[in-house]
């Protein structure tokens, strides 16, 4: 009997943990972090002010604009909600209000867009047609500079050529001048053996007439 009111008993405590805990886990699922929620609106900052009564205050990030203060968080943040939806619906209004400006602006950025469009291809057109006549250009000059190297080669060589022909005329003509001079030497001893000769030959001429007149 003591046993099974024990056993009673225990799942009696077991149950009413296993409720308790499921309490507690419901009752922290279900609790509002309302300080993240502030943190994930940036467009606010949320402060704290430390005392007997804490209270919170909201403004806007940008222009600091007070926006809530109250002791009671929930209400700040529904403000900051509030605010917030009221900036968008602004912001919304002026966009749909720029909406009918900025369809004309598009119109006239296409319209602008097809004529410069046009514009480029005809320029690109062009461009390209010019592009062939340098090409064509710079094929013919390339042609010239190699035909004009050619000649300038082909010159090159004549000169070296003849170079090479002056230096052996230059040569030649040293030759023949030590020729000339040398002929010069060797008319000049001639000329002195015939004029020995001649006067030998009026010696033995000389000589011989006496011969004669002594033989008489």
């Known amino acids: 009997m003591i046993s099974t009111i024990g056993r009673v008993f225990t799942v ?12 507690a886990i419901s009752r922290w699922v279900t609790i509002p972090d309302r300080a993240s929620e502030a943190r994930q609106l940036d467009e606010f900052t949320l402060t704290k002010t430390e005392g007997e009564t804490p ?10 604009e007070s926006v809530s203060t109250s002791i009671n968080m929930s209400e700040v943040l ?5 605010r917030g ?3 968008a619906q602004t912001e919304l209004t002026l966009h749909q209000e720029e909406i009918p400006f900025l369809e004309k602006d598009i119109a006239a950025a296409k319209a602008s867009i097809e004529q410069d469009t046009a514009a480029v291809v005809t320029r690109a057109e062009q461009l390209l047609a010019q592009m062939k006549q340098l090409d064509e250009l ?8 190699e035909r004009e190297k050619a000649v300038a080669q082909k010159t090159q060589q004549t000169r070296e050529r003849r170079r090479s ?13 030590s020729d000339k001079f040398r ?5 000049s001893q001639l000329t002195d053996m015939v004029r ?9 001429q000389t000589r011989q007439q006496q011969l004669k007149e002594s033989l008489q």
């Open 12 to 23: 009696l405590v077991a149950m009413s943990s296993v409720a308790f805990m499921s309490f």
């Open 55 to 64: 209270s919170w205050s909201a403004a806007k990030r940008l222009s600091g």
């Open 78 to 82: 529904e403000a900051m909600y509030k």
């Open 85 to 87: 939806t009221q900036d």
């Open 138 to 145: 710079v094929d013919k000059l390339t042609t010239d500079a």
């Open 165 to 177: 022909d002056v230096y052996r005329v230059r040569e030649e003509i040293a030759e023949v001048v």
């Open 183 to 187: 002929a010069s030497q060797l008319k």
């Open 196 to 204: 020995r000769v001649q006067g030998n030959v009026v010696k033995l």
